[in-house]
């Protein structure tokens, strides 16, 4: 899939629950591509294209790990986030991704019929892109509070919640 229907994805989807992270999710909606080249240079050899930094699973624990373990003010479950939208939204292409190490079965959403440049999968991104923006539409009120978020730990930094507060709150998400 191409990267402007990437960075829609990821941007639009990450606007609802947080604004303040969609350059995060951004960086993370083309890093599966990115990271091929990295690896490149890091390693000298040839990366396989849609191989090891595709893998649906590691983006799926990342973003798991940065929900209920840890992280830092949002950065990496934005950036997880944008990773596993790319793969998702890889899957949904006629070559798929692959869903974890060691298994050759390629990972296919929704039958895997699109083509990557076809017009299908602009329809997909800006079909997105339109929803967020409705739900944006209904949620934000004027003083721009987006309820979908709190971000617990930030207000506890912050000396807003007390700790008892915000123990009980950091597992809600929405
Ligand atoms: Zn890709």
């Not at 060691?102 to 296919?108: E, G, I, L, P, Y």
Request: proline share 4%; aromatic share 14%; with cysteine.
């Amino acid at each position: 899939m191409k990267w402007i229907n990437h960075l829609a994805i990821a941007g639009a989807t990450t606007a609802v629950v947080n604004p303040v992270l969609v350059p995060v999710a951004l960086l993370g909606s083309t890093a599966p591509d990115w990271l091929e080249w990295v690896l490149k240079a890091l390693t000298g050899q040839a990366v396989k294209h849609r191989g090891v930094t595709h893998y649906v699973l590691s983006w799926v624990l990342a973003l798991a790990f940065a929900l209920l373990l840890w992280d830092f003010h949002g950065l990496l479950a934005a950036f997880a986030w944008g990773g596993l939208t790319h793969v998702l939204a890889d899957s949904m292409t006629v070559s798929g991704v692959p869903f974890a190490p060691h298994s050759d079965r390629r990972f296919h959403l929704f039958g895997g019929r699109l083509r990557t440049g076809e017009s299908g999968e602009y329809a997909i991104a800006w079909g997105i892109v339109a929803v967020c923006a409705v739900v944006m539409q209904l949620t934000q009120t004027q003083n721009g509070w987006y309820p979908f978020f709190y971000d617990w730990p930030g207000l506890y930094e912050q000396g807003l919640v007390d700790a008892k507060e915000w123990k009980d709150n950091r597992f809600k998400f929405f």
